[in-house]
C-alpha cells in the first residue's frame, strides 16, 4: 500500500467468500486433495467515511494484510464467544501479488483478486466436521474477523498478542519516504461474524475493512516577506513533543500513547522556489494545547522559527472538529500552511543633548565644571538616517540602508533583516540636522563645519549595554544620536557708560579652524582633514556655528573689528576652566562653547561658557591683549 498523502486515513477490505462444500465443485476450487472447501479472497480499498485516501487508492505489491480470524458461537445479546483451542483461530497473512490487478466497483470503491495465502485458506481450518457439536457449518455458529493489522514493512516494538491483538509500535526519529510507508500502520476493528452458506455462488463473505491507526500531519512552509526565491533548500521541519511509541489493540481500537515524547523530522514531501511542503506521522493520543509549539522549522536562509497552537489552529471550524477531548485521533490528516518571514530591523531614533558644562569667572575666561549627564531631548521624527550594520565592529564601513521617516514611521531602503536567530549585530548610524529637519548625511561619514552631524549607537537595553552588539529581537532597534561636532557661540557686549563702544558693524573672525573630516561610525571620532580657514561674522555675534572638535593651537586667535577698524584679538587657548590652571586646550564633540565678549573703550571683558545646545547663562570678566 502506498503512503498516504494528501488527506489522510484510507479504508482497506479483505473480502473473504466461502465455498460451500456440500455443491458440486471443480477441482480449481478445492484443496488440491479435493476435500476442503477453499475460502475465496477479494481486497478492496473504500473512502466511504474517511478523512482522506491512499495514493491512488490501491494495494501495492508485497503488503501483507494480516488476519485474526475465529470460530465463534452465539452466546446470545450479541455476544459471540471463541470456540474451543481444538477449532484454534488462525492468525492469517494475505499476501498482495506483485502488479494487483483493480477493478472500479463504485465512485468509491477498488477491488483486487490478486492476492493469496500461504497454504491456502478452508472454511475447514476453523471447524471439526466431527459429531462433537462444534461444527462450523451448524446453525449458531460463526466465523468472525476478531482483528487486522498491516505493517507495511514495519516491525513493532513489542509482539502481537494473538489472542488480544495488542500490539506495540515505536515511530522513527526521522521519516523518509519508506519510513512514512512502513510506519503507516493499519488496522481493523472485530467485525460482524459471518455464517457459512450452503449454496453455491453464495458462500458467504467475510469482510476486513482496514483504516489508519496513525494520525499523520503535513506542514507546509511558504516564504513571506525578506526571503529569496531557494531560500528553503536547506530548511527541514521538526515535529515537537510527539509520542515516541503506543500500544495499539486492534479488537477494540483502543491506543494508549507513551509518556516519552521525541522530534522526529519530517519528510520531504515537494520542494518548490518559494514553498515546501514536509509531512510525518504521529502516534494519536497528543494533546493539542493552544500556545504549545507544534514543530519547528530550522535553517530558513539561517533563520529557524517555531510553530505554535494558535486558537485559530484549534478553532472548532479547523483541527478542533478532528480532535477527541484535544487529542490527535487516528485516520485524521492534519494539514497547515505557515508563512515565515524575516524579522525587520526597524528603527527608534532618539536624539542626546550636547553636554552641558556651564562656567564664569573674572580676569580670566575660567569655566566652573558642572558637567549634566546626557539624556534624550527629542525623538527624530523627520528626514532621514544612514544605518550601519556588521557582524564585526572593525568591518563596519558601507552604510546598510537608509531610514526615512514616512507617514509617521520609519521605512528602511532596502530593508534589513536579521540572517538568523543567533547571529548578533552592531549598528551605527549617521544624519544632519538644521535644528528642525533632520537632513541626508552629506558624504555618508563625512563631518563638515557648518553641519550638524549627528552620530547614533544602540541605546542601552536590559539585554544589552549601549553600544554593544545585540541579538535578533522582535522589537525595535533603539538608537541614540548625540552631536558629533563642537558648536560654537561668540557675542559682543559693551557697557552703558562713557567707556562703551559701538558695537555697530562689528565683525568676529576666527583663523585657521579646520573646515572638514570624517566620523569614524564604529565609535563616533572624528578625523580632521587638511584644509584649515577662518570663520567670520559680520555683523557680530558668531551665533551657534557648527565646528569641527580640533585642538585649540597658538596660531588660532579670536578677533573683534569694530566698524572704525578697532581690533581687538584673543588667543583662544590662554582660557582655563574656572577653579583649576589647566587651559581649555580643545573644542570637545558635543560641546557648545560659547564666548561673550564685552568691550570698553581701555579693556575688554569675556564671558567664557561651555554649555548645552539649549540656552545657559553665565557672566565674568577677562583681559584680552591688544591687536
Known sequence: MKPTQKYIAIAAMAVLAAACASEPRTDTTLSPDGTRTPIDIVASMSETGNLSRAEGKTFEGGDQLLTYLRHVVDAGAGNYNSISADQAPRLVTIKVNTNPT????????????????????????????????????????????????????????????????????????????????QNDLLWSPTQTVISYKHEQGARGTLLVPYSHAMSKFTIVVELGEGFANGDLASTSVAMQN???????????????????????????????????????????????????????????????????????????????????????????????????????????????????????????????????SSGVV???????????????????????????????????????????GTQSYYFRALTEYDGSTYLTVNGS?????????????????????????????????????????????????????ASAVNLTGARITINDLYESGTVDVTDGTVTLGGNKSAISEAPAPISGQIVMPQTITDDIRLRVTLADNTTYSLQLNRCVVSGSSTPIGAWEQGTHYEYTIRLTKESIQVIALVKNWDEVTGSGDATLDWD
Open 242 to 372: 510527539m509520542p515516541e511509541s503506543g500500544t495499539f489493540t486492534a479488537p477494540t481500537g483502543v491506543i494508549e500513547p507513551s509518556v516519552a515524547t521525541k522530534n522526529p523530522k519530517m519528510h520531504v514531501l515537494s520542494t518548490e522556489a518559494r514553498k515546501k511542503s514536509f509531512t510525518a506521522l504521529a502516534i494519536p493520543g497528543r494533546l493539542l494545547t493552544q500556545g504549545k509549539i507544534l514543530a519547528k522549522v530550522n535553517d530558513v536562509a539561517g533563520n529557524n522559527y517555531n510553530i505554535p497552537l494558535s486558537a485559530a489552529i484549534l478553532a472548532a471550524d479547523k483541527w478542533g472538529a478532528q480532535l477527541t477531548d484535544g487529542k490527535i485521533k487516528p485516520g485524521v490528516h492534519y494539514q497547515l500552511t505557515v508563512t515565515v518571514n524575516k524579522q525587520k530591523i526597524d528603527i527608534i531614533a532618539q536624539i542626546t543633548d550636547w553636554t552641558i558644562v556651564k562656567g564664569e569667572g573674572e580676569g580670566e575666561i575660567k569655566f566652573n565644571a558642572d558637567v549634566t
Open 378 to 420: 527629542n525623538t527624530i521624527t523627520g528626514g532621514s538616517i544612514d544605518i550601519f550594520r556588521a557582524e564585526e565592529l572593525a568591518s563596519m564601513s558601507a552604510k546598510t540602508t537608509t531610514a526615512t521617516y514616512t507617514a509617521g514611521s520609519w521605512v528602511n531602503s532596502p530593508e534589513i533583516y536579521w540572517a538568523n
Open 102 to 181: 483493480m477493478t472500479e466497483v463504485d465512485a468509491d470503491t477498488r477491488k483486487t483478486t490478486s492476492l493469496s495465502v500461504d497454504g491456502g485458506l478452508y472454511w475447514d481450518d476453523f471447524s471439526d466436521s466431527s459429531s462433537d457439536g462444534t461444527d462450523l457449518r451448524t446453525p449458531n455458529h460463526y466465523l468472525q474477523s476478531y482483528y487486522g493489522y498491516c505493517y507495511n514493512g514495519g516491525t513493532p516494538s513489542t509482539s502481537l498478542d494473538n489472542a488480544t491483538g495488542v500490539l506495540g509500535w515505536t515511530l522513527p526519529t526521522e521519516f523518509t519516504a519508506d519510513a512514512m510507508k
Open 445 to 497: 561619514n563625512a563631518a563638515t563645519r557648518g553641519h550638524d552631524l549627528l552620530w547614533g549607537t544602540t541605546a542601552a537595553h536590559l539585554t544589552f549595554a549601549e553600544g554593544a552588539a545585540i541579538n535578533p529581537r522582535t522589537g525595535d532597534v533603539p538608537l541614540t544620536f548625540s552631536h558629533a561636532l563642537s558648536k560654537l557661540t561668540v557675542k559682543l557686549a559693551t557697557t552703558n557708560d
